[in-house]
């Protein structure tokens, strides 16, 4: 049995059908069906005053997608014929089933108030609401006065198929896409006037129009766009893509019209680095929340006068989400830098790890930069062996972005043929989440180094056999003096777990240790000048120092291992 809220929606559907059928069949018909009475001289008012008929279904609240997308002269045409239906016929009730409006308009008690104004040329004088010639006149091709053109022309075939041939010019891979789009900040000035034009015209009429009732012009364009480009593409919009198709959209005619709202509202625009202009769009919509509506009328016409020109496309721009690419590498060379070493603008040697490993991902990936970061990092006479070091890339916006498992070892192969320096080795795409695992609890992981040592005077094996004894010995170190350029002055406590030695001659033994991570290893063997307490020379009591040193493995368990 149907519930009674189903037999009323049944019965107004019902109802609708036939009251269209009653008026003719025609798609004019069924296209205006989500406009009512009450909105003809709001449709005429706007039609007057310059702005297109989407905008006109925007003021009006119609949340039909799918009449948005009709052809832009059928529009104009279907609300002509709108305007001209007997103004006697009752009140429409049928709205578009399939697409229901997603607005509405509320029925208040409304007092004379700001929206009545009109000195200072702020609401000028418009034709009567009942002088139909002109609005058939004057809505003939005229850029529309709210929009400035972009539910016109850039709504078109002709711009998406522009777009569409920027898009696959650039070569990426997608599988999806989401648009965006950068509006003019004035925009929202001429649409804050034409709301107060219309909210004045309905309030003669005992209704009130709430701001947010209206249809966001980017809101009603992505609704025309959408479907256009992801024919043209192949592809479905998503909201959530990683592939971002941008265009932005300038007036050059009107962009002197938010200046006065920087007088007004002076503490709403201030200047930013990354910012050409202190007018962008969310501190010009600040200043209209902030606005009185008296003074916004004093200083700004209402209606919107027309523009002479359309809004220009500035940019059409595509961006893949970033790509993360994780392994470990070894490093073999006593003269290679994990990071590029350039002082004072100066390269100091040829390459490093990160470069020769990006510089064929990013080929690969064809991706515009990187960003690399590991697990810790070694000086530049230090080797990595074992496991290798755990490190991960991030290529921004790439062209490509899918890799199967065997390509992705090709690509390994390919880096380490490429090079006797470095190798790596579980290379793998990973998401950016999973890189947080290579940084989590960092100083609580350990590392095995082995240490060439030097001392000045002579040892025998039993001088140093008690340092094998020794197990989670502290230390304080102080920032060494190498790298206190570049890190804080600060007492940093690290451990050295165990310690096994290996004796060579009088002069040279090999220590094997493995530490908290974070240690530096070179200060615990020499001391610093003493800011590293205790270390191996105060421990021998002799001068000690460091010949060689490796990394043997860094206990990281991540990213997982492969089958190489």
């Not at 006065?260 to 919509?285: E, G, W, Y």
């Not at 027309?306 to 060379?333: D, H, T, W």
């Not at 240690?519 to 800011?531: A, L, P, Q, S």
Request: glycine residues 6%; contains cysteine.
């Amino acid at each position: 049995m149907k519930s009674a809220r189903g037999s009323g929606r049944f019965l107004k559907e019902l109802l609708g059908a036939l009251f269209l059928k009653s008026l003719g069949s025609g798609d004019e018909l069924s296209r205006m069906s989500s406009l009512t009475e009450k909105d003809r001289p709001i449709v005429q008012l706007l039609l007057n005053t310059g702005t297109c008929p989407r905008c006109i279904l925007r003021f009006c609240c119609v949340g039909s997608q799918t009449l948005y997308r009709h052809p832009y002269k059928d529009l104009m045409k279907d609300l002509k014929e709108f305007l001209k239906n007997n103004q006697e016929k009752e009140d429409t009730v049928c709205s578009d089933v399939v697409d229901p409006p997603c607005k509405r308009i509320r029925l208040e008690h409304t007092e004379e108030g700001p929206g009545d104004l009109n000195h200072n040329g702020a609401l000028q004088q418009i034709p009567s609401v009942n002088d139909g010639n002109t609005a058939m006149e004057d809505s003939a091709v005229k850029v529309c006065n709210v929009c400035l053109g972009i539910l016109q022309e850039f709504c078109e075939v002709d711009f998406v198929k522009k777009v569409c041939q920027k898009v696959n010019s650039a070569d990426y891979q997608f599988t999806s896409f989401v648009f965006s789009v950068s509006l003019p900040p004035q925009l929202s000035v001429r649409e804050r006037a034409t709301w107060l034009l219309v909210k004045q015209e309905m309030g003669k009429l005992g209704l009130s129009l709430a701001k947010d009732d209206i249809v966001q012009l980017k809101e009603a364009y992505k609704w025309i766009i959408h479907p256009q480009l992801s024919e043209e593409l192949g592809v479905p919009a998503d909201g959530k893509s990683l592939f971002e198709v941008s265009v932005v959209f300038a007036h050059p005619e009107t962009e002197d019209e938010c200046r006065f709202l920087a007088t007004a509202c002076p503490d709403c625009f201030k200047p930013a680095k990354n910012k050409q202009s202190v007018f962008t769009r969310m501190a010009v919509i600040k200043a209209l929340e902030k606005i009185k509506e008296e003074d916004f009328l004093k200083h700004f016409p209402c209606p919107p006068s027309s523009p002479k020109n359309l809004c220009v496309a500035l940019e059409i721009q595509c961006n893949n989400g970033a790509v993360f690419v994780a392994g470990r590498y070894n490093k073999y060379s006593r003269n290679l830098p994990q990071t590029p070493w350039i002082i004072d603008g100066e390269r100091k040697l040829e390459s490093s790890v990160e470069e020769l490993i990006s510089e064929h991902l990013m080929a690969e990936f064809k991706a515009d930069s990187f960003n690399f970061s590991s697990s810790g990092r070694e000086d530049v006479d230090v080797r990595t062996l074992g496991n290798g070091r755990p490190f991960a890339i991030e290529l921004v916006n790439p062209r490509r972005i899918r890799f199967t498992a065997e390509e992705m070892k090709g690509l390994q192969q390919t880096i380490n043929n490429s090079s006797d320096k470095i190798q790596v080795r579980d290379l793998q795409l990973v998401t950016r989440e999973a890189i947080g695992r290579m940084k989590e609890g960092e100083e609580e992981k350990t590392k095995t180094y082995s240490a060439l040592i030097w001392t000045d005077k002579a040892i025998q094996k039993e001088d140093i056999a008690f340092l094998d004894d020794i197990k989670e010995l502290k230390l304080d170190q102080k920032t060494p003096l190498r790298v206190l350029h570049r890190r804080p002055l600060a007492v940093r406590c690290r451990i050295i777990h165990t310690m096994q030695s290996e004796y060579i001659d009088e002069h040279h033994f090999r220590l094997h240790l493995k530490t908290q991570a974070g240690t530096y290893i070179k200060e615990f063997v020499h001391g610093d000048f003493g800011r590293t307490k205790p270390n191996i020379g105060s421990l021998l009591n002799r001068t000690a120092d460091i010949l060689e040193l490796d990394v043997e493995s860094v206990d990281v368990d991540w990213p997982p291992t492969l089958d190489n």
